[in-house]
């Protein structure tokens, strides 16, 4: 089940990259949000259970190589060597806040899935949209979509993220027996 996990995680970073460079961005009215934006909100959640499994230092380890995979991917799918360097520092950014929050908080796990994917997932859209497309280095979007775009990712990500915690509630934590009544 560890490997699985860990499997799965390195797939959903791999097939990210693959919907984003294959699919045009969707619009959502005024916000902009690449195909692989909905897969990547469920990295988030495979990255904490792969914490739960394997632990915090072989979670970063499975961060390292998702991160090369990334690299590797965006480079095969003709990214420029800008955008390949965006999507690298952007994941170690946003996996390693994820890590670390879901680390110190002391809540029911489906709690901190969702209050560490949704900051991991906030640090991800701003840092990449800033890093790979904004005016400041690669000019692929104008200042006046920049916003748009972050918002967009944001908001699907933490519609997502909401979503992965609630199955984690129901699915994965342990309840209380109810008591019987007879």
Same mark, same amino acid.
């Given at each position: 089940? *560890?490997?699985?996990?860990?499997?799965?995680?390195?797939?959903?970073? +791999?097939?990210?990259?693959?919907?984003?460079? @294959?699919?045009?961005?969707?619009?959502?009215?005024?916000?902009?949000?690449?195909? /692989?934006?909905?897969?990547?909100?469920?990295?988030?959640?495979?990255?904490?259970?792969?914490?739960?499994?394997?632990?915090? *230092?072989?979670?970063?380890?499975?961060?390292?190589? +998702?991160?090369?995979?990334?690299?590797?991917?965006?480079?095969?799918?003709?990214? !420029?060597?800008?955008?390949?360097?965006?999507?690298?520092? !952007?994941?170690?950014?946003?996996?390693?806040?994820? !890590?670390?929050?879901? !680390?110190?908080?002391?809540?029911?796990? @489906?709690? *901190?899935?969702?209050?560490?994917?949704?900051?991991?997932?906030?640090?991800?859209?701003?840092?990449?949209?800033?890093? /790979?497309?904004?005016?400041?280095?690669? /000019?692929?979007?104008?200042?006046?979509?920049?916003?748009?775009?972050?918002?967009?990712?944001?908001?699907?990500?933490?519609?997502?993220?909401?979503? /992965?915690?609630?199955?984690?509630?129901?699915?994965?934590?342990?309840?209380?027996?109810? *008591?019987?009544?007879?």
């Amino acid at each position: 089940m *560890k490997l699985f996990l860990v499997i799965l995680y390195l797939f959903f970073i +791999a097939a990210a990259n693959v919907l984003t460079a @294959s699919i045009p961005p969707l619009a959502f009215g005024p916000f902009l949000v690449p195909a /692989g934006s909905f897969l990547i909100a469920a990295t988030f959640v495979l990255r904490d259970l792969v914490q739960n499994a394997v632990g915090r *230092k072989r979670t970063y380890a499975a961060i390292g190589l +998702a991160m090369i995979l990334s690299a590797a991917t965006s480079a095969v799918l003709g990214d !420029t060597l800008w955008i390949v360097f965006a999507s690298a520092v !952007t994941f170690a950014l946003s996996e390693t806040t994820d !890590t670390e929050i879901y !680390t110190r908080l002391k809540l029911p796990m @489906s709690f *901190k899935v969702l209050y560490s994917g949704l900051i991991g997932g906030a640090v991800d859209s701003v840092v990449f949209i800033l890093i /790979g497309m904004s005016p400041l280095f690669s /000019g692929f979007l104008p200042w006046n979509a920049v916003g748009f775009a972050i918002l967009g990712q944001i908001l699907v990500k933490t519609a997502l993220q909401l979503a /992965g915690a609630a199955c984690i509630g129901i699915f994965l934590e342990k309840r209380p027996a109810r *008591k019987s009544l007879g």
